[in-house]
């Protein structure tokens, strides 16, 4: 079946730096669009960041455009995201995603979902 498993997540204070990772299996994940979405508490769950298939195309929010990079390792079968210049209000469960061909910038469509990892970012 098929596994999304995040890591990297953690506690920072506002200016820092993570990483996370999303390790896939059991799909054929160069021909998937993945992506990385978020939801803090009390709030719906919110696009952050997609990659195409080939890792040559990358889309982000409005409120990470410049702080946040998104890539790819389809020989490692792992997508990541490069999260500096963190601010409070990142701080959320972040969520890794699949979808073919593409993930779009809405959660609707989604066919895969990992568990989520704790980003806490403190001021």
């Known amino acids: 079946q098929v596994q999304l498993v995040e890591s990297g997540g953690g506690s920072v204070q506002a200016g820092g730096s993570l990483r996370l990772s999303c390790s896939a299996s059991g799909l054929t994940f160069s021909t998937y669009g993945m992506g990385w979405l978020r939801q803090a508490p009390g709030k719906e769950r919110e696009f952050v960041a997609a990659i195409d298939w080939s890792g040559g195309s990358t889309y982000y929010a409005d409120f990470v455009k410049g702080r946040f990079a998104i890539s790819r390792d389809n020989a490692k079968n792992t997508v990541f995201l490069q999260m500096d210049s963190l601010k409070p209000e990142d701080t959320a469960v972040y969520y890794c995603?699949?979808?073919?061909?593409?993930?779009?910038?809405?959660?609707?469509?989604?066919?895969?979902w990992g568990q989520g990892t704790q980003v806490t970012v403190s001021s």
């Open positions: 995603a699949a979808r073919y061909p593409r993930v779009k910038n809405t959660p609707a469509g989604i066919d895969y």
